[in-house]
C-alpha cells in the first residue's frame, strides 16, 4: 500500500476531486504512450498500442518521403514536349489601276506555337520558350540596317503568344529565323574534340561534369597516390593542353571548352501571291518543360490544409490519455482504501509526515511521536482550530465564486 499512500499526498475527505487534481504528475504532450499498469488492467488497450505503433510507422515513412521529394525538387525535373511552331503571313496588295489612292503593297509575318498534347491547365506564352529570335530578311530588298529583326529577353520581358513583323513589298521574299531555345538550367554546346570523347554534344554544365568523370573513372586517369590530380591520356593532353592537372582546376579548364547552343535555324519563303494557298509553314521543336509532378510535389511540401485538424486530434488524444491515468490513479486510491482501510490510513499518516517534516525542514523526534501522548498536548486543539478556520475560508470564497456576491 506504500505507492497507494505516496500518491495519495494532500488528500483531505471533504474534497476528493481536489486530491486526484494534485495527485497527477504533469504529462508531457508528446507522451501518447499508455503506461504498462493500464494496458495490464485493460488488455484492449492493446489495440490503441498497436495503432500507435502503425502511426509511428506511418510518420516516418512520411518523413522520410519528404526528405527525398526535397532533395528531388532541388534538381531539374523536366520532360521533353513537341512545341508546333507556326508561320504564317498575309499580304496587302498596292494601288489597282484607276485608283487614286497613295497604299502600297505590304505584307506580315507571323511567328507562333503551342506546344501539343498540353496537359497543363495553364497556357504557357510561345515567347517564354526562347532566349532570343532573330528574323533574317533579304538583304538585297531591304538593305543592311533593315533586313534584320531581333528580340532578345530581358529581366522586363512581358511574355508574348507570338511575333510580327511588317514590311513593304510586293514580291516574294527569303529570310531565316534563327531561335535560341531558353533552357532552364542553361546548356552548353561542349568543344567537338571533347563532344567526340565523351559522346555528349549540348548538355548542362553538371551532366558535363558527370560525364568527364565517368570518363575519368573509366580510363583510370585519377592518380593512384595522389588522388587530387588526374593524369591526362593523349586525348586529354591534346584538348587540355597539360600533362597533369587537379580536380579543382577542372571547371576553369573546362569553361574554355563552352560554348552558347546552336541556334534552330529554319528557312522560310514570305509569299505574297494572292493565289497561293499555303502561307502556313509548320515546324515541330523538341522542347524542355518542367514536369507538372514538380509542382504538384511542391504543394505537397507547402500544404498545411490538415495541420490543424492533425493538431487538433493529437490534443484529443493527449487529454485522453491524461484522464486515464487520472481514473487510474482514482481506482487505485478507492482499491487500496477498500481493500485494507486501517493500514491504508497509517500508510497515508506516515506519508503525510515525512512530507511535512521534508516542507518545514525538520527533523522531529520520533521516540516522541511514536507515543500518543505526543498528540494529546495543546498545540493539536490550536492545529485542529486553525485547519477547520482554513477549510471554513475555502468554502466561504468557493460559494462567493458561485453565486458571485461578497458575503459579509
Not at 15 to 27: A, E, F, G, I, R
Not at 122 to 128: A, D, N, P, V
Not at 290 to 309: I, R, V
Request: proline share 5%.
Amino acid at each position: 500500500y506504500s505507492e497507494a499512500a505516496a500518491a495519495c499526498n494532500g488528500f483531505h475527505p471533504q474534497n476528493l476531486d481536489h486530491v486526484y487534481s494534485n495527485l497527477v504528475p504533469p504529462v508531457f504532450m508528446a507522451d501518447k504512450v499508455l503506461p504498462q499498469r493500464i494496458r495490464d488492467l485493460v488488455p484492449e488497450s492493446q489495440a490503441y498500442m498497436d495503432l500507435l505503433a502503425f502511426e509511428r510507422k506511418l510518420d516516418q515513412t512520411i518523413a522520410r518521403k519528404r526528405m527525398e521529394i526535397q532533395e528531388a525538387i532541388k534538381k531539374p525535373i523536366t520532360q521533353k514536349r513537341k512545341l508546333r511552331v507556326y508561320i504564317s503571313n498575309t499580304c496587302t496588295p498596292g494601288k489597282l489601276e484607276g485608283e487614286e489612292s497613295e497604299k502600297v503593297a505590304s505584307w506580315e509575318l507571323r511567328v507562333e506555337g503551342k506546344l501539343l498534347e498540353d496537359p497543363g491547365k495553364q497556357k504557357r506564352k510561345f515567347s517564354s520558350f526562347f532566349k532570343s529570335l532573330v528574323i533574317e530578311l533579304d538583304k538585297e530588298l531591304y538593305g543592311p540596317d533593315n533586313h534584320l529583326v531581333e528580340w532578345h529577353r530581358m529581366p522586363t520581358t512581358q511574355e508574348t503568344d507570338g511575333f510580327q513583323v511588317k514590311r513593304p513589298g510586293d514580291v516574294n521574299v527569303k529570310c531565316t529565323l534563327l531561335l535560341m531555345l531558353d533552357h532552364q538550367p542553361p546548356q552548353y554546346k561542349l568543344d567537338p574534340r571533347l563532344a567526340r570523347l565523351l559522346g555528349v554534344h549540348t548538355q548542362t554544365r553538371a551532366s558535363i561534369m558527370q560525364a568527364l568523370w565517368l570518363y575519368i573513372k573509366t580510363n583510370k586517369l585519377q592518380d593512384c597516390h595522389e588522388k587530387e590530380f588526374i593524369n591526362c591520356n593523349r586525348y586529354f593532353r591534346q584538348i587540355f593542353a597539360c600533362p597533369r592537372m587537379r580536380f579543382s582546376e577542372i571547371p576553369m579548364k573546362l569553361a574554355g571548352l563552352l560554348q552558347h547552343p546552336d541556334p534552330i535555324v529554319i528557312n522560310h519563303v514570305i509569299s505574297v501571291d494572292p493565289n497561293d494557298q499555303k502561307k502556313t509553314a509548320c515546324f515541330d521543336i523538341d522542347v524542355e518543360v518542367d514536369d507538372p509532378l514538380k509542382s504538384q510535389m511542391a504543394s505537397f511540401l507547402s500544404s498545411t490544409t490538415n495541420q490543424q485538424e492533425i493538431a487538433a486530434l493529437e490534443m484529443k488524444i493527449h487529454e485522453t490519455i491524461e484522464s486515464i491515468n487520472q481514473l487510474k490513479t482514482q481506482r487505485d486510491f478507492m482499491l487500496s482504501f477498500s481493500n485494507n482501510p486501517q493500514d491504508f490510513i497509517q500508510d497515508w499518516l506516515k506519508s503525510q509526515s515525512r512530507d511535512l517534516k521534508l516542507m518545514t525542514d525538520t527533523a522531529g523526534n520520533p521516540e516522541e511521536e511514536r507515543r500518543s501522548a505526543f498528540f494529546q498536548s495543546s498545540w493539536t486543539q490550536e492545529a485542529v482550530s486553525r485547519y477547520v478556520f482554513a477549510k471554513v475560508q475555502q468554502r466561504r470564497q468557493e460559494l462567493e465564486q458561485v453565486l458571485g456576491i461578497r458575503l459579509t
